[in-house]
Structures are given as structure tokens and as C-alpha cells.
């Protein structure tokens, strides 16, 4: 089987809602259906943001993260919330990796 056919039967399992393995050597990594994660992940992991009208806009927090955002409008706050929580995932997905190679990688970095 190709690699593209391989890759089209995971997706398609994901569609269905199935999740598919992937393994390489002793790797691995699971493809899923995004909209069922996030259902999954809104449920089980609820925000808990806090949005604020505030000097003629909003603003938008979550209690115990590091984040914030204003907008003029609810939906710009909301937005602007939206890019600062893709930052804040790409900066742990950083200091994960980090962590992922041990200490000696974190000291040296």
C-alpha cells in the first residue's frame, strides 16, 4: 500500500470517528477527528474564561493560565483570545520537547 493510500484509510478511519495508531520504530502517534477532540476537550476540560466589559471593550482571561486579551468588540476579544492560546500551546509544546530530551538539553539551550 502507498504511503498517500495509507495516509487517506487514517483520515478516513478519523472521519468515522475512529482513532488510527501510527507507529515508527518505537514512536507513535494517533490521528483523530479534530471537531470530536475539541467536543472531547471542551467537555472534559472546560476553560472557564472570564470576559469582562471593560473602558468601552472586553476583555478575556482564564483564571490559573497566563493569558489575556482585550478587543474592542466581544468577538475581537474572543479572537485575540484565540491567538494568544495558540502561542501559549506552541510555547509548551516547546518546553515539552525541551523537557522531552532531559535536563542537560534545558541547561544547555
Known amino acids: 500500500m502507498t ?3 495509507k495516509l487517506k ?3 478516513d478511519a478519523a472521519e468515522r ?3 488510527a ?3 515508527h520504530g518505537v514512536q507513535s502517534a494517533v490521528v483523530v477527528d479534530g471537531e470530536r477532540l475539541r ?3 471542551a467537555r472534559g ?3 472557564n474564561a472570564q470576559v469582562v466589559a ?3 471593550g472586553w476583555s478575556v482571561f482564564i483564571p490559573g493560565l497566563p493569558v489575556a486579551a482585550d478587543g474592542r468588540t466581544f468577538d475581537e476579544a474572543i479572537d485575540e483570545m484565540i491567538d494568544t492560546l495558540r502561542e501559549y500551546a506552541a510555547d509548551w509544546q516547546d518546553h515539552l ?3 522531552a530530551r532531559g535536563p542537560a538539553a534545558v541547561v544547555a539551550a
Open 54 to 56: 471593560e473602558d468601552g
Open 3 to 5: 504511503a498517500s493510500a
Open 17 to 19: 470517528g475512529r482513532s
Open 39 to 41: 467536543r472531547i476537550l
Open 9 to 11: 484509510e487514517l483520515l
Open 21 to 23: 495508531a501510527v507507529r
Open 45 to 47: 476540560c472546560p476553560s
Open 97 to 99: 520537547l525541551d523537557a
